[in-house]
Structure formats: C-alpha cells, structure tokens
T-cell receptor
Framework: AQSVTQLGSHVSVSEGALVLLRCNYSSSVPPYLFWYVQYPNQGLQLLLKYTSAATLVKGINGFEAEFKKSETSFHLTKPSAHMSDAAEYFCAVSRPGGSYIPTFGRGTSLIVHP | DAGVTQSPTHLIKTRGQQVTLRCSPKSGHDTVSWYQQALGQGPQFIFQYYEEEERQRGNFPDRFSGHQFPNYSSELNVNALLLGDSALYLC????????????FGDGTRLSIL
C-alpha cells in the first residue's frame, strides 16, 4: 500500500518569500513521486516528478523538490513566491513496475500576500 | 495540440438519475483514467481504461461504469445518483508505462440536488 501525507492544508507566504510545501510518503517499494498544481476551476497540471534518477528534481515555474529516502519526504520549494503561484498543490505517489495509478494527498492551498 | 477535453463542464442532476460524462484524451495518448475530486480533497481514482478494457479499478461501487472507444475517447457513467456523488470529475490521459505522468482535463462539475 502507498499513501501521501501533506502537512498543512493551508500555507500563507508573502510575495518574494520562500515557499515550502511538505509531503511525506509511505510506500513498501521505492516510489515514483509527483507534484501537481491546480488553479481554480481547472484540472491538475504536473509541476515535477521523481522517478529514481536525481534526488533533486527541478520543475516548471521555478519549483523544485528533493527526494529524501531517510525522511520519506518529497517537499516542494520555490525561492521566491509570486502572486500567480496561489493555487492548490497536490503531492502524489505511485508504485513502479505496474500500471500507473497515483495516490494523491489531500492538497495544500498556497496563499500569497502582496 | 489539443490537451485533454471533457464535456460538459457543468451538470446538475437529481438523486436517482443517471449521468454520462465524456473525455477526449491528449493526442497520442491511449490510456484514460477517471478521478472523483470532492470539495477540499485530492482526486480519488475511479478506474483506468486501456485498449478499450478496464485495466484497474479503485474503491467505487458498480454504479460507476465506463467505456473506452476505438479512438481512445472515454465515457464515465454513474447510475442511481446520490447526493454524495456531487464532485469534480477529472479525466486524465497518458502514454502507456508506469512512470508516464498523467495529463488532466479541466473536469466536469457534477451537482446533485
């Protein structure tokens, strides 16, 4: 079984500040990990993915995430928040070697203040 | 290059009715998955179709059924609608393979009165 826990349903930052969204996973095998973003009234858009290559993964819009096996974490960061980053962010885990069915976390709403 | 398209965008039904939602995958994609996203929650996997067959299914009752056509488009059918079926229904398409990311449509917002 696999699962994802996103710590904090809401994260509030000021424009220009560091963004840190937390994700911890549980998986019986080395996982694939993903971060998606969802803007209001839209579907999910892939930000980045980890598939057992480099542990530091760079994604779109200046986001990156680091896979830390010892901490079972895959936190999402961005050095400087922009107003347009305000959205819902979902971490997801899937199990390699089978049909790709990701398990999503409950999401973290990022609020950016001017 | 068109992405994943879903129709309709919004739908209102009453309890006990039946509904059909439609999805056209991204060009070149042959695998289609459906998700239910309740308000304030992450997407929950309903089922996945590949080569017109249901390949995997999540923990949803038989009232939820689907179909994939030869052109890879797909339908989600829900019978005997309940108030709890109110949600955003997302379709996602992907290339085959277990590390292929899914591309999502904008969803159909289903409201049950």
């Amino acid at each position: 079984a696999q699962s994802v826990t996103q710590l904090g349903s809401h994260v509030s930052v000021s424009e220009g500040a560091l963004v840190l969204l937390r994700c911890n996973y549980s998986s019986s095998v080395p996982p694939y990990l993903f971060w998606y973003v969802q803007y209001p009234n839209q579907g999910l858009q892939l930000l980045l993915k980890y598939t057992s290559a480099a542990t530091l993964v760079k994604g779109i819009n200046g986001f990156e995430a680091e896979f830390k096996k010892s901490e079972t974490s895959f936190h999402l960061t961005k050095p400087s928040a922009h107003m347009s980053d305000a959205a819902e962010y979902f971490c997801a885990v899937s199990r390699p070697g089978g049909s790709y069915i990701p398990t999503f976390g409950r999401g973290t709403s990022l609020i950016v203040h001017p | 290059d068109a992405g994943v398209t879903q129709s309709p965008t919004h739908l209102i039904k009453t309890r006990g009715q039946q509904v059909t939602l439609r999805c056209s995958p991204k060009s070149g994609h042959d695998t289609v998955s459906w998700y239910q996203q309740a308000l304030g929650q992450g997407p929950q996997f309903i089922f996945q179709y590949y080569e017109e067959e249901e390949r995997q299914r999540g923990n949803f009752p038989d009232r939820f059924s689907g179909h994939q056509f030869p052109n890879y488009s797909s339908e989600l059918n829900v019978n005997a609608l309940l108030l709890g079926d109110s949600a955003l229904y997302l379709c996602a398409s992907s290339l085959p393979g277990d590390n292929q990311p899914q591309h999502f449509g904008d969803g159909t917002r289903l409201s049950i009165l």
